[in-house]
């Protein structure tokens, strides 16, 4: 998975493009389903198998019209063609790509999968599908649109856009009803994505700036949370319900702590660090001419925060069940 990951994010041309994103979807199908066991996990790696090879199909028919109407896999060439010869089938096959790579990052309305893989796997397995391959992911498709295609802008920042304005809206109000954790963090990774692609279509290196800069915030929480939800567990079981973090407040008041401020972060609260990637999305989003864009991104912060701050209300305000410590405790607490 990292040497894919590795590959899609140093990638020149479409061939090692669609290696690097096989080499590592191969792996992350079979960590996906690693529980064969439990019958969650098997669905969802056979789920996201299927629609993964889908999204492949929809990749390899875009890069074959861009080979066809280019008659090059370089993006250099590709840049070069299609500044000089504007093509709707170029704009075509285009659109294919994008489709193929939205996939990878979880945005929607390509995020099908994303929910359930999110629920049935295991909690490490999910905070890697949460982090590394996004970033590796975002980071191509800025190398595919602004360098490749960058004479092609306003062609494809109109598909990048309506798939933000989707993703905010399937993120914020998806995640709402939710009361399983990961998968809750499933809908929240598909909003946050939608923010990094408001940075990629403003086709400036200022966008580009700070979509990185937004990412590298936002996979340090990520990280950040996984690993609290790693160290607690209550009657021996992982912690997968909101629920189950009633009462750590009394418990764990560090980690509860620990767990408010990454939620806040995620949210973008300021002062703090998912604060200052969101501003420099919607600042770049804002000297692109998308001020509308980045006041429904603002609208569905504040919706998505309802979730977050039910999180927040569960771990400090209500009472662990009767008779019962809100979580285990640590391995170190165990032996002291």
């Known amino acids: 998975a990292s040497a894919g990951m590795g590959m899609m994010a140093s990638s020149g041309d479409l061939i090692s493009l669609y290696v690097g994103i096989e080499l590592h979807s191969l792996a992350l199908y079979v960590l996906a389903a690693f529980h064969r066991d439990d019958l969650k996990a098997s669905e969802a790696g056979l789920k996201y198998f299927v629609l993964g090879a889908l999204s492949s199909g929809l990749l390899l028919y875009g890069a074959s019209l861009i080979y066809g109407f280019t008659g090059s896999m370089r993006f250099e060439d590709i840049a070069a063609y299609a500044t000089a010869n504007p093509s709707p089938g170029l704009i075509f096959g285009l659109v294919f790509l994008i489709c193929g790579l939205a996939f990878k990052v979880s945005a929607a309305p390509f995020h099908m999968w994303t929910p359930d893989v999110y629920e049935g796997a295991p909690t490490p397995v999910v905070s890697l ?17 602004d360098g490749a295609f960058i004479g092609s802008h306003d062609q494809w920042a109109q598909v990048l856009v309506l798939i933000s304005l989707i993703s905010f809206a399937v993120g914020a109000f998806g995640g709402l009803a939710q009361k399983d954790l990961q998968r809750l963090l499933a809908y929240s990774s598909i909003a946050n994505i939608g923010y990094a692609l408001l940075g990629v279509a403003a086709g400036t290196a200022l966008g580009v700036q700070s979509m990185l800069l937004f990412m590298t915030l936002y996979v340090v929480d ?6 609290i939800l790693l160290s607690l567990s209550r009657k021996g079981r992982p912690i997968r319900k909101i629920a189950d973090l009633a009462g750590l407040r009394k418990d764990r008041p560090g980690m509860a702590l620990a767990l408010t401020v990454l939620s806040l972060s ?29 006041a429904a991104g603002l609208v569905a912060s504040v919706v998505a925060g309802f979730y977050y701050l039910r999180i927040i209300k569960v771990m400090w305000f209500d009472p662990a069940p009767e008779g019962t410590e809100a979580t285990d405790p640590s391995p170190v607490e165990a032996k002291t």
């Open 222 to 227: 990520q990280f950040g949370f996984f690993a």
């Open 266 to 294: 995620v949210l973008g609260m300021p002062p703090l660090s998912g604060f200052w990637g969101k501003w420099a999305v919607f600042g770049a989003a804002a000297d692109a001419g998308y001020w509308m864009v980045g």
């Open 129 to 145: 599908f949460a982090t590394a391959p996004k970033v590796a992911a975002m980071v191509l498709i800025a190398r595919v649109l």
